[in-house]
């Protein structure tokens, strides 16, 4: 899938502007789901315009400028379908914490400990995140829902295993002082 599959995918469930469609799919509940950057949202909706699978309305309000309102057509509508219908490739995770347990017989004891602290006080507040979600969505989206269970059962396992192991990770740091560094 791809960032023109996104805008479809946010514009199926609700008309948005090109800012609201940035935002949702870069840091809030569709940024999980493709890598979209903020320069690569706008040149996708314009294509998505060109193709005539999104209208746009100008919505006016006094002293500011118009606002671009973006909806989905038949047309988009088909292709999302169509993009849907591709099998997923597999998922990427990539962890910049992982790379520090990988190498943690470089890291000092309380270098390891903070990241291992920071870590699990980002997966907390993530499945924190999704306890709230899930209770905003009562009534709401089945699949929004089955995804944000998914979501806290993957974080919950995470979180379980880094305090049930975090001293297996501990035991492997550096235990000697690193060398004072000298200005030359």
């Not at 294509?47 to 309000?61: A, F, N, P, S």
Request: charged share 30%.
């Amino acid at each position: 899938m791809n960032v023109r599959s996104v805008c479809l995918a946010i514009l199926h469930f609700s008309d948005a502007t090109g800012y609201e469609i940035k935002k949702m799919s870069t840091e809030d509940r569709f940024s999980y789901f493709v890598d979209a950057s903020f320069g690569s949202i706008y040149p996708a909706l314009s294509r998505l315009q060109e193709d005539e699978c999104v209208t746009v309305r100008e919505e006016y309000e006094s002293g500011k400028p118009p606002r671009k309102i973006y909806s989905i057509t038949e047309k988009g509508r088909q292709e999302l379908i169509e993009s849907l219908q591709v099998m997923p490739r597999p998922d990427s995770f990539k962890s910049e914490f992982l790379l520090t347990a990988l190498c943690s017989e470089l890291v000092d004891r309380d270098t390891l400990v903070h990241a291992i602290d920071k870590r699990i006080k980002h997966l907390q507040d993530k499945l924190e995140m999704l306890e709230s979600v899930n209770s905003c969505l009562a009534g709401g989206l089945p699949g929004m829902k089955w995804i944000a269970g998914y979501g806290r059962s993957v974080t919950k396992a995470s979180l379980e295993h880094l305090i049930e192991h975090r001293h297996e990770l501990e035991a492997l740091a550096r235990t000697d002082a690193p060398e004072p560094q000298t200005a030359e």
